[in-house]
């Protein structure tokens, strides 16, 4: 994968028609979004603990560790757009994140077919200089990469199984709609560690971060039924070989 020329990356950054084919995902019969589209100390969850249970013997799920615009506000700086652009000179537009300082994770089929590739922060151009790990999109579907953008506040993972019933959100970039945010709840949990959602995963989305309530991440948005659908994916990030590049 080479580098972007400043012409090629003037291309991507304006261009508003980054639209990248849909591919068929071995496995399950369901579709890749195609183009798709901070670790922060939180204070202790509000409510029951999960697990504990509260004087009735209840499971209670617990509430946001903060607000969900106030999560919203500190965990998108560090989710970011790709821009790819293939041989045939084919623009095409994904999301991905930050998991240690530079250091960035996106889903496989996000970059898989082009031959130059950048990252874009506040509208700035930054390298994708390493593959770092990666597995194909018919498995896992995930890059580990570096970057010349070195952040202070990268994402923190999850280390707790996530349940079907868990409320979660995801931030990604729809049709290049940057950072939007949708809501939702784990559906199941699939074949080649798939969590199964019903938030929103739309073209542009596939490679950003999917996050349990306390803003720690648990999956990398993958693929979808279609347009708009309440049925999609995420790759759970435990699968991920991420902790030799983690630092706690």
Do not use: W
Request: aromatic share 8%.
């Amino acid at each position: 994968m080479r580098m972007l020329s400043c012409t090629c990356l003037a291309v991507l950054l304006f261009s508003m028609s980054c639209k990248r084919p849909d591919r068929s995902q071995i496995g399950d019969g369901y579709v890749n979004t195609g183009i798709s589209g901070p670790g922060i100390a939180q204070p202790p969850p509000k409510g029951p603990a999960v697990g504990h249970g509260s004087e009735t013997g209840k499971i209670s799920e617990p509430e946001y560790s903060l607000d969900l615009p106030e999560l919203f506000e500190q965990l998108q700086q560090e989710v970011f757009m790709i821009y790819t652009i293939n041989g045939l000179e084919e623009i095409s537009q994904g999301s991905g994140f930050f998991i240690a300082p530079g250091i960035g994770v996106t889903n496989y089929h996000v970059l898989e077919d082009s031959e130059n590739a950048i990252i874009s922060i506040n509208n700035e151009p930054y390298e994708i200089t390493e593959i770092l790990a990666s597995s194909f999109s018919n498995n896992l579907d995930y890059v580990i990469f570096k970057t010349n953008y070195v952040t202070n506040t990268p994402l923190k993972i999850t280390k707790k199984k996530p349940r079907v019933g868990e409320s979660i959100f995801a931030i990604g970039s729809p049709k290049g709609l940057s950072n939007s945010l949708t809501k939702g709840t784990i559906s199941g949990f699939r074949k080649n560690n798939r969590i199964q959602i019903d938030a929103t995963i739309d073209r542009g989305s596939s490679g950003g971060p999917l996050f349990n309530l306390q803003g720690e991440v648990i999956g990398i948005t993958t693929s979808g039924m279609g347009t708009g659908s309440e049925l999609n994916f995420a790759v759970n990030i435990q699968a991920l070989p991420y902790e030799k590049f983690v630092q706690d």
